[in-house]
């Protein structure tokens, strides 16, 4: 009877720390494995008594690390891939730019008058709105789709 006892007071005083960190992270996306960790405490210590009677104490602690180092592997690879889309935005919007700068260069147009999209890391189109339309308009467009490896097709040069 003590032995129930004792674990019922160790679960309880468990779940009101839980519930004080649970409130602390419940704006951020940590809460959810908070609450898995702590739920896998709770069963830990809702199964040491059953487990030190079959003489298996010392495999709840490691059972228990090893959850909690798979729990945090989880959640740095989840970071790593969030890192690595953020960074690949940044590396496209920045090629994006240059590419706007450069073609407006090229067109003798303002860069805001320059659309350029990107998707999966390659140039699929380039619009280029132009005050007049140039002479050299089939050489422009070739000089465009050589440089950037794309289509004539889509590079489109408006007139405004």
Request: negative net charge; charged residues 30%; hydrophobic residues 40%.
């Amino acid at each position: 009877m003590q032995t129930i006892l004792s674990m019922v007071q160790k679960i309880t005083v468990f779940m009101m720390v839980a519930a004080l960190f649970t409130n602390l992270f419940s704006g951020t996306e940590y809460k959810k494995y908070f609450q898995y960790v702590a739920g896998l405490i709770v069963i830990a210590l809702a199964l040491s008594p059953a487990l030190s009677l079959l003489g298996g104490k010392e495999d709840v602690g490691v059972w228990l690390q090893r959850a909690v180092s798979e729990q945090r592997a989880e959640q740095t690879e989840q970071d790593i891939r969030m890192f690595g889309r953020k960074y690949e935005e940044a590396i496209e919007k920045r090629y994006e730019e240059q590419v706007r700068e450069d073609v407006a260069a090229r067109c003798g147009a303002r860069a805001e008058n320059c659309d350029v999209e990107v998707s999966e890391g390659r140039l699929r189109r380039i619009t280029v709105r132009l005050s007049e339309r140039p002479d050299n308009v089939r050489s422009l467009l070739s000089e465009l789709a050589a440089r950037y490896g794309i289509s004539s097709d889509d590079i489109f040069i408006i007139e405004q």
